[in-house]
């Protein structure tokens, strides 16, 4: 069953959470990690190579970064973000899980939309089928058949 | 936004030991760095983060997968707009 959303932009819900990795490593010290996941709105973007989180989002979340990465936007300007791993979740409105994945490297960046708290790049869309409605703005995402 | 001042150490140690890495460890492995130290090149990203929790805990280490150069993401989409 094909799913979802949207006002103009490409948008779908996707839901994030602490990773199992640091799940675990939280069990073995004896520590309850009480975060909720937290669901929020993604912008589809074919033209990018990786998934970029909000960092309010991350923050919210409790999470360290990791790495750094050099991001180059639509601008062309680049700079470096910090690099977290996550658990991320993508359903269909039916509740279809069609994508995830418990230990997802995302790129933290200071989004400041109103429209949407994350970036989903080519590394998440290879597991859907999208079809963008143009007149109704509606997004439509689904497995893809293999 | 600059790089966190909390891997600082980690990242310097990678740039500076880099050479070395890519003789010894080949491109692609994730290198481990805690403090400073290289703590060893693992095949998988999730056994080196599994690693880095345990020796150094969260926030305190560096996963860098072994490349010649640095890795540049590119979006469609801008970072910042106007809310």
Redesign the interface.
């Known amino acids: 069953m094909p799913s979802f959303i949207s006002c103009g932009l490409a948008v779908i819900e996707v839901s994030i959470g602490a990773s199992a990795v640091y799940l675990d490593y939280c069990l073995e010290r004896m520590e309850v990690y009480r975060r909720p996941d937290r669901q929020v709105s993604a912008l589809i973007d074919t033209g990018a190579d990786a998934t970029v989180i909000d960092l309010d989002v991350l923050e919210t979340l409790c999470l360290a970064s990791y790495d750094v990465r050099r991001v180059q936007d639509f601008n062309g300007g680049t700079q470096e973000y910090p690099v977290y791993v996550v658990r991320l979740q993508v359903r269909t409105k039916s509740g279809e899980v069609i994508f995830d994945d418990a230990n997802f490297e995302v790129v933290g960046a200071p989004l400041k939309s109103d429209s949407y708290q994350a970036i989903l790049g080519m590394d998440v869309l290879h597991a859907f089928t999208l079809k963008f409605h143009r007149q109704t703005g509606f997004v439509e995402i689904a497995p893809t058949v293999r | 936004?600059?790089?966190?001042s909390?891997?600082s150490h980690e990242?310097a140690a990678f740039m500076q030991q880099r050479p070395d890495l890519l003789t010894e460890h080949g491109v692609g492995k994730f290198a481990l760095f805690i403090g400073g130290m290289f703590k060893g090149a693992f095949a998988d990203?999730?056994e080196a983060?599994?690693k880095?929790?345990?020796q150094g805990g969260?926030?305190h280490?560096?996963?860098?997968k072994i490349t010649e150069k640095?890795?540049?993401?590119?979006?469609?989409?801008?970072?910042?707009?106007?809310?």
């Open positions: 936004m600059s790089a966190p909390h891997l990242l990203r999730v983060l599994k880095g929790y345990a969260a926030g280490f560096l996963v860098r640095d890795e540049l993401v590119h979006l469609a989409s801008p970072i910042t707009s106007v809310r």
